[in-house]
Antibody
Framework: QLQLQESGPGLVKPSETLSLTCTVS??????????WGWIRQPPGKGLEWIGS???????YYNPSLKSRVTISVDTSKNQFSLKLSSVTAADTAVYYC???????????????????WGQGTLVTVSS | SYVLTQPPSVSVAPGKTARITCGGN??????VHWYQQKPGQAPVLVIY???DRPSGIPERFSGSNSGNTATLTISRVEAGDEADYYC?????????FGTGTKVTVL
């Protein structure tokens, strides 16, 4: 059974860089059928996609966060990571990692559903 | 930019049917996925590719998508279905989530 687990600091100071790692167990991150994504949820608010990465390193980012986000993958450790720079209080949220389906049709490929998700980790931005 | 609109809340009596809509311009041309999120828990995929159900999700959950509206239908609603529900689509190389709908079981 595939499981994902987020890890990293729960408190980050304003203007610093938030760093999280997602460890995948029960399956290989190098599968050709999936991307791996980061999603966040501010307290009491909805879900926001941050970005996704393929095992080869190919990435997609949310345009609204793209200038501050870097997602990387380490296939030897079966992990992928998130870095979000210049954080402010608005970046306080529960951060989730998840496996993302990839489907191709008519010569084009699209990213799809997220399943399963990690349990999430709360990151607070505060001095 | 593409926007997905959901009603903030839906109330339904036990045993009845709840319908949660997700509106977007020509959403019927896209694949829609739905998630259930209970308080303090991570979201769970309940419908993918408009109407497919992952293993372990009850048949009471179904989905449809046409025109400008996708719909998640929960039949024979139970108290355990009380949760927030989100739709999701892929558009212009970005993932988008709907605004979320809180389903209350009366």
């Amino acid at each position: 059974q595939l499981q994902l687990q987020e890890s990293g600091p729960g408190l980050v100071k304003p203007s610093e860089t938030l760093s999280l790692t997602c460890t995948v167990s029960g399956g290989s991150i190098s599968s050709s059928s999936y991307y791996w994504g980061w999603i966040r949820q501010p307290p009491g608010k909805g879900l926001e996609w941050i970005g996704s990465i393929y095992y080869s390193g190919s990435t997609y980012y949310n345009p609204s966060l793209k200038s501050r986000v870097t997602i990387s993958v380490d296939t030897s450790k079966n992990q992928f990571s998130l870095k979000l720079s210049s954080v402010t209080a608005a970046d306080t949220a529960v951060y989730y990692c998840a496996r993302q389906g990839l489907y191709c049709s008519g010569g084009s490929c699209y990213l799809g559903w997220f399943d399963p998700w990690g349990q999430g980790t709360l990151v607070t931005v505060s001095s | 930019s593409y926007v997905l609109t959901q009603p903030p809340s839906v109330s339904v009596a036990p045993g009845k049917t709840a319908r949660i809509t997700c509106g977007g311009n020509n959403i019927g041309s896209k694949s829609v996925h739905w998630y259930q999120q209970k308080p303090g828990q991570a979201p769970v995929l309940v419908i993918y590719y408009d109407s497919d159900r992952p293993s372990g999700i009850p048949e009471r959950f179904s989905g449809s998508n046409s025109g400008n509206t996708a719909t998640l239908t929960i039949s024979r609603v139970e108290a355990g279905d009380e949760a927030d529900y989100y739709c999701q689509v892929w558009d212009s190389s970005s993932e988008l989530f709907g605004t979320g709908t809180k389903v209350t079981v009366l």
